[in-house]
């Protein structure tokens, strides 16, 4: 939610359309654009104020320029009034905060209260600015977050009807602390859950367990509060948002705000002659790509805001747009700067003032600038590299001509298999969403510690079982088995000294996270989390950090320490893993023809044992090292695909089901809302537990974590779209746009980039429409 003000005109400068046909004026420059769409202006859709909305939040939100609510904040502001939980799932800055907040501020006048959870500190504190802003004398709003001094929180609890947190403070404080929160509980009417999107995955089901928690302590308070959920636009919005409230939820998803034209060119690098991993092409780098467009850009006079997905991608792409100019136009190369968190905060200030005052033309940022930095009403935006979901392309792409004017953004592909799709079927991406919000509450590993302060918050009772979802009986039984909560006649009881809270790891991946520690200095660089530290920073690991670069000396996981120094090699590690699969449990199946679908339970075994050494930057092999760290385990869910006899050469079979897995792993965050680092894959030719052509994608987190779920519900979906993304790519026999993985544990071998396609177009052959 940005500041309640008139919306201000721009100034002039060159349309920027006119600038994206003179990029394209050269023929090589415009065989790259895969697609244009002109994303058409909208007209605004005005409804009238609810006769029910209190008189001071109008009369201070007409002068500010907002005459009357849009059509689809009056209609989530009426479900909410009348009683129904609901999910607005609309654009960028169509206005989402007002929709919740014509009930909330009713609600507050009418001496009930409200809780507002956002998923950062930052956000909190930027709608209480915005709230407090609108000087509502019976609203009494303060955020309740880790920042709280302690005679604050006294007043909070006692005073405040109007609290904004966060879910880890409800989790460790509010909920805990209940009774000295009961004259707030008792008048709760709304809780707003901004920014849905956010709770996904393990996250996601953590969170989803609190709410219940808070519902059910709302509940001994006597009052079942209406859920307010905001939202990036996905796929599915109600389905979600009832996962994460244990609510039925009405979705509203018709976006009645007005907005500009944006022209939005979507731009595929060209290959090049450099050869990397197996002799595969490699493509111009996307970074590369974006510093020539934002200085092309930049000599147009087109204020330009460009979005790279590393902090070391800004800095090069802001040096590389310099470089440029100072060639070109000497004079604008100053005028082209780099972005992002880790500066001092003064000189982003100072960053964010001369992007404003346009003194600076082009600017190279992370998503540091993404969220709650008022910068807006730029004339072009480029994208490098898909940012990970719809909601967060539109977030960086409304940047420019949010003011009305119209825009030019350009989505520049890297070389990812997920990239290579979008560019390719612009349909995903300005179509029907097809990426859903996923989370899996019933996680055993997520549901425990949550029944545990449940117990601790109000003893468990048998009526609390539906409540937590089917697995809870079976997991009360075992919690009680080791001791962590005792049966009594009324019910389940937390009976032990430590904070049952301390048993949920809400933002977490597992064990404890490896410190990675200057061995010269003493300097705390940074840490990885545990499962990862086995690949990334094991004896003789090459780590970046910042832009340096790094030797891993030792790693004593007993200490969960990495012990580093600077240094400058040539060349790059990959760490070498043997993983094994087991299949526990079949939870659903399916036929399509001879091949099979499953999704279930699954044991993971992975051991690092070895690490190659790559001259960089052409990828050459210079050797491998074995290494000695124990196996992990890790038991989670999957989605697995069986194909009987498949119609290719036996010696063609294990990289053609290899090459089907990486891409598969590649395009499943088009589905699901995930990284392709938060899910692993396994594929074999003969699957002991199948015995037969079978691959695996699985959950990277314990228990599972709702990708692999999301990825059986819309298999045919998925599958058809690994297949086309794997023929769109121009190069002969694979490359990292298509086949190549960037995390394999086996060194990119064996692969086949026909026999994947072969084999997909033989699973898919009978495949639901
Ligand atoms: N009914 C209205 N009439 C005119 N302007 C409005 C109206 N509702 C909201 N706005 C303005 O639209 C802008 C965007 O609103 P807001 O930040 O609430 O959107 P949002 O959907 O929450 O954004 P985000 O997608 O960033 O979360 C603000 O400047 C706000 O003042």
């Known amino acids: 939610m940005s500041d309640w003000k008139p919306v201000r005109p721009s100034e002039t400068s060159p349309p920027p359309v006119q ?5 394209l004026a050269t023929p090589a ?43 689809h904040q009056a209609e989530a502001a009426a479900h909410a009034r009348d009683g129904r939980s609901v999910i607005i799932a609309t654009g960028t800055a169509s206005g989402k905060s007002l929709a919740y907040l014509m009930p909330a501020v009713a609600a507050a006048h009418e001496d009930g209260s409200v809780l507002y959870l956002a998923p950062t500190k930052a956000l909190a504190a930027d709608q209480l600015r915005a709230l407090r802003a609108l000087r509502l004398t019976r609203v009494r709003a303060a955020t309740y977050d880790g920042d709280t001094p302690p005679d604050e929180r006294t007043w909070i609890r006692q005073h405040a009807n109007y609290v904004l947190t966060n879910p880890d403070m409800l989790h460790r404080g509010i909920l805990p602390g209940h009774g000295r929160w009961s004259g707030f509980l008792r008048r709760l009417r709304y809780v707003i859950v901004d920014e849905a999107h956010g709770y996904r995955g393990v996250f996601g089901s953590h969170v989803a367990q609190i709410l219940r928690r808070l519902r059910r302590v709302c509940a001994r308070y006597g009052t079942s509060p209406v859920f307010v959920l905001a939202s990036a636009t996905t796929a599915e919005p109600a389905v979600t948002a009832s996962r994460l409230t244990g609510l039925d939820v009405t979705a509203v998803t018709a976006d009645a705000s007005p907005r500009g034209a944006t022209t939005f060119a979507l731009w595929e690098p060209p290959l090049t002659d450099l050869r990397g991993e197996g002799g595969a092409p490699v493509r111009r780098a996307a970074t590369a790509e974006t510093a020539d467009l934002l200085a092309d850009l930049v000599v147009e006079g087109v204020q330009t805001l460009a979005f790279v997905r590393s902090r070391r991608g800004a800095e090069s792409v802001s040096l590389g747009a310099r470089r440029v100019l100072a060639e070109v136009e000497p ?39 993404e969220l709650g930095v008022d910068v807006s009403g730029l004339d072009a935006v480029i994208v490098c590299g898909w940012p990970g979901t719809r909601a967060s392309l539109w977030q960086q792409a409304g940047r420019a001509g949010r003011t009305g004017r119209d825009a030019l953004a350009v989505l520049v592909a890297r070389d990812d298999p997920l990239d290579t799709y979008l560019v390719h079927h612009p349909e995903a991406i300005f179509g029907t969403p097809v990426e859903a919000t996923v989370l899996d509450p019933g996680n055993p590993y997520v549901l425990e510690p949550h029944l545990c302060a449940a117990a601790a918050e109000l003893p ?27 049966r009594r006649p009324s019910g389940w009881y937390w009976t032990r000294r430590e904070r049952a809270t301390d048993l949920a790891d809400l933002r977490g991946s597992g064990g404890a996270p490896v410190q990675v520690v200057e061995a010269g200095t003493g300097r705390l660089l940074g840490t990885v989390d545990e499962p990862s530290a086995h690949t990334t920073v094991h004896a003789g690991a090459v780590y970046l950090h910042q832009g340096e670069t790094y030797l891993v000396e030792v790693l004593d996981l007993d200490d969960s320490v990495a012990l580093v120094s600077a240094a400058e090699p040539d060349y790059s590690t990959n760490a070498r893993d043997v993983t094994d699969i087991r299949i526990l449990e079949t939870f659903r199946s399916t036929s399509w023809g001879a091949a099979t679908l499953h999704f279930g339970s699954v044991e993971v075994t992975r051991q690092v044992v070895a690490y190659q050494m790559r001259r960089q930057p052409s990828g ?26 498949p119609d290719l050469a036996e010696a063609d079979l294990a990289g053609a089901a290899h090459a089907a897995e990486h891409a598969s792993i590649g395009l499943l965050p088009l589905f699901a809302t995930c990284d392709r ?28 974590a709702g990708f692999a779920e999301r ?27 298509c086949i190549q993985s960037p995390k394999c544990g086996n060194g990119n071998e064996p692969l086949s980039k026909q026999g994947a396609l072969d084999l997909l177009a033989e699973l898919l052959a009978e495949a639901p429409g």
Do not use: M
């Open 460 to 486: 468990l009772t048998e009526q609390d079982l539906g409540l937590f979802g089917p697995e809870t009986a079976a997991l009360l039984a075992d919690l009680v088995r080791r001791g962590l909560l005792r």
């Open 19 to 23: 600038a994206l046909d003179r990029l």
């Open 711 to 737: 990825g059986y519900s819309d298999a045919a979906g998925w599958l058809r779209a690994t297949r086309l993304a794997i023929a769109a790519c121009e190069c002969e026999a694979g490359c990292p746009s």
């Open 620 to 645: 050459t092999v210079l050797g491998e090292k074995p290494l000695d760290l124990p196996p992990r385990t890790l038991r989670t869910r999957a989605v697995w695909w069986t194909l009987p006899s």
């Open 677 to 704: 680092w938060d899910i692993g894959g396994v594929s074999t030719a003969l699957h002991p537990d199948t015995g037969l052509l079978t691959v695996f994608v699985y959950d990277g987190h314990e228990g599972g």
């Open 331 to 369: 004079g604008l190369a100053d005028r082209v700067a780099a972005y992002r968190a880790g500066y001092l905060a003064e000189d982003r200030r100072a960053l964010e003032a001369a992007l404003r005052g346009r003194e600076l033309v082009g600017l190279a940022t992370t998503n540091a600038l």
């Open 29 to 71: 420059r415009r065989e790259r654009v895969t697609h244009v769409e002109v994303v058409p202006a909208r007209q605004g859709r005005r409804a009238a104020w609810p006769d029910w909305v209190p008189e001071p939040l109008v009369n201070r939100l007409v002068p500010a320029g907002i005459e009357a609510p849009w059509e």
